[in-house]
């Protein structure tokens, strides 16, 4: 619903004449003018908030969990477009996540995995679509979209910054708690981080990261 600005701004400089609330006065005034800052500032956010969602609703790629996507709408732009959303997307989250004082597995582990898997969900229909599409420009930037998605999740896995965030979530008491199913999923990071190079120096882990992206 549109919020009638000129309204409320009006009303402002006649403030309920014919009602004791604020009166006719310079409080009532700034009072007035204070809620119309609010009301504006609220308008503003839900307007980027709707052009944003307006914008994601156009790309099929970024469709929302459990919702088919829309082959027949693809475009080598809105292919090319939906990567670097999601690159955008997983740089803000991961600058949240490496930053934080306190672990837990919540707020670092789980949610390191849904930043992967936010990649992952562009990654596996773009592995279809590179190979089967009949269109030949939207074959080969999917090809380009999957592997700039792919680097930058092989380059998640050699981060010094991302690393030193879970080892800090391992010293944590809660971490020493873990079992089953978490204790599992904190061992296959570790791991995966291991075979990605770390305890090797940083030149090798690059030279790691470019050997398995090349095999993949």
């Given at each position: 619903k549109k919020i009638d600005i000129?309204?409320?701004?009006?009303?402002?400089f006649n403030p309920y004449k014919n009602m004791n609330i604020f009166g006719n006065n310079f409080?009532?005034?700034?009072?007035?003018?204070?809620?119309?800052?609010?009301?504006?500032?609220?308008?503003?956010?839900r307007e980027r908030e709707e052009t944003m969602q307006e914008t994601t609703e156009k790309i099929p790629l970024l469709r929302n969990a459990g919702e088919v996507l829309a082959f027949s709408e693809l475009t080598a732009d809105n292919i090319a477009e939906a990567a670097s959303i999601a690159i955008t997307r997983a740089d803000s989250e991961l600058s949240i996540l490496i930053t934080l004082?306190?672990?837990?597995?919540?707020?670092?582990?789980?949610?390191?995995?849904g930043i992967l898997n936010s990649i992952?969900?562009?990654?596996?229909?773009l592995d279809l679509i590179s190979e089967v599409d009949p269109d030949s420009s939207i074959r080969d930037v999917s090809k380009e979209a999957q592997q700039?998605?792919?680097?930058?999740?092989?380059g998640m896995l050699i981060r010094e910054d991302l690393y030193r965030a879970i080892k800090e979530f391992v010293e944590t008491a809660e971490a020493e708690q873990l079992s089953g199913s978490r204790k599992k999923f904190l061992n296959d990071i570790?791991?995966?981080?291991?075979?990605?190079?770390?305890?090797?120096?940083?030149?090798?882990?690059?030279?790691a990261k470019d050997l398995k992206s090349k095999i993949d």
């Open positions: 000129n309204h409320i701004f009006a009303l402002s409080f009532g005034n700034l009072i007035l003018l204070t809620m119309i800052g609010c009301v504006t500032g609220i308008a503003s956010c004082d306190k672990r837990t597995f919540e707020n670092t582990l789980k949610a390191y995995d992952n969900r562009l990654i596996m229909p700039k998605l792919k680097d930058y999740m092989y570790l791991l995966k981080y291991k075979r990605s190079g770390f305890g090797l120096s940083p030149e090798k882990r690059i030279l």
